[in-house]
């Protein structure tokens, strides 16, 4: 959305943000001028958006994922820690910050409780998660987590855990946060994907006042990003002003070497055209930022971009410092890893899964500050009064 001709600054709050829209809405500026900035600009005249009514509410749906501080509103009772278990970490690739960064999450609460936690890197491909997942099993650990990977694409090593009775609860693994019971998991720990995918096509909807031509980013080889990325393409064209410029599929492990050509060649095809990128992960951006940088663009410029997930510590600094990076929808990924120990806890325990589900968050260049990374407060000490009484 652009606020200039209401002369919006940088930094200003999301409820400002919310309040100046409807203005907009309501009153319009005129035709004609340049796109805007999500970050502001000098006053000038800019035209209506083409649909008022989802720029609306886009515009409050933003205000309010914006908001920080939010206190914890998970789990606040539970069975006690359950002694002596061990669990394995199975990671689709620990190149993706997301998945390491919830590998290192459930590591640290395992510290809290005396389990013991093994990581074993899939390494980002078909043969080498199986190879890990088979590693995992091999080690009859009480608890295995499918870390970031579709556990249909193991389906026979998935039956033969629950054959050896291993738990296991999944992290992104399935397209749905909760059980599952084919593939059987005790339970999948992840957003919602239909907020993660809504919000971050209402930050460009809101962020551009409707008028935006964007590049999506995507991993069709996995299931759960594949469906995230086409429910932001289905949001995006809710708004008639807003074009899908193309739909780029990159699997992760390969971001690094082809996010460069990419990017170059999408600069060749589209020049000014292409004000906004959106990806299913923030690394996309870290490997798109020196072919943008070579081709002399500005780091806090077009194209705009924010990531549909994980929110680590590179994208926040990206975002802080405005280098090719302007929001990042974060998963509270320390407070997951917690999530994902309580939930096996529970299942040790012959106790149901806690049902909860983590809410939709956005940290932009408005909100970032000093932080590394988004986690809800009092989730640490809450988690250990379950466990620890």
């Not at 940088?10 to 796109?35: K, N, Y």
């Not at 009480?142 to 738990?167: E, L, M, T, Y």
């Not at 009092?378 to 988690?383: A, C, D, K, L, Q």
């Amino acid at each position: 959305m652009d606020l200039t001709c209401h002369g919006f600054r940088r930094g200003a709050t999301a409820l400002a943000l919310a309040a100046v829209v409807t203005g907009v809405v309501a009153g319009g500026c005129s035709r004609g001028a340049p796109r805007p900035t999500p970050d502001g600009a000098p006053t000038r005249d800019r035209a209506a958006s083409p649909c008022p009514d989802v720029t609306e509410t886009a515009a409050r749906a933003v205000a309010r994922a914006e908001a920080v501080n939010t206190a914890w509103e998970g789990p606040t009772i539970g069975p006690r820690a359950v002694a002596g278990k061990s669990v394995v970490f199975v990671a689709s690739t620990m190149t993706n910050p997301g998945v390491a960064g919830t590998a290192n999450g459930v590591r640290e609460a395992a510290r809290t409780i005396g389990w013991r936690v093994r990581v074993i890197d899939g390494q980002g491909t078909p043969a080498g998660i199986r190879s890990a997942l088979g590693q995992a099993i091999a080690l009859r650990p009480s608890g295995i987590v499918i870390g970031g990977f579709d556990p249909n694409s193991v389906a026979r090593q998935v039956k033969q855990a629950d054959a050896a009775g291993i738990q296991l609860v999944g992290w992104h693994a399935t397209p749905s946060p909760g059980p599952s019971a084919n593939p059987k998991l005790f339970t999948n720990v992840t957003s919602r994907v239909e907020d993660v995918a809504r919000i971050s096509a209402y930050w460009i909807i809101a962020t551009s006042n409707g008028d935006a031509d964007v590049v999506i980013f995507t991993d069709s080889s996995i299931p759960f990003a594949e469906n995230k990325s086409q429910l932001i393409r289905k949001t995006l064209q809710s708004c008639s002003g807003v074009k899908v410029l193309a739909y780029e599929n990159i699997p992760l492990p390969d971001t690094g070497s082809r996010m460069p050509v990419v990017t170059s060649s999408l600069l060749s095809r589209f020049g000014e055209r292409w004000t906004h990128s959106v990806a299913i992960n923030d690394v996309y951006f870290a490997d798109a930022a020196p072919a943008l940088r070579a081709a002399g663009r500005n780091g806090g410029g077009p194209p705009y971009a924010i990531g549909a997930g994980d929110g680590d510590p590179s994208a926040f600094q990206r975002i802080r410092a405005r280098q090719f990076q302007q929001a990042t929808v974060p998963e509270p990924l320390n407070a997951q890893g917690s999530q994902i120990i309580d939930e096996l806890n529970r299942a040790f325990a012959g106790r149901p899964p806690s049902g909860y589900v983590t809410p939709v968050h956005l940290t932009t260049t408005g909100n970032v500050d000093n932080s590394t990374s988004w986690e809800p407060r009092g989730y640490r000490e809450t988690y250990r009064r379950i466990w620890l009484g």
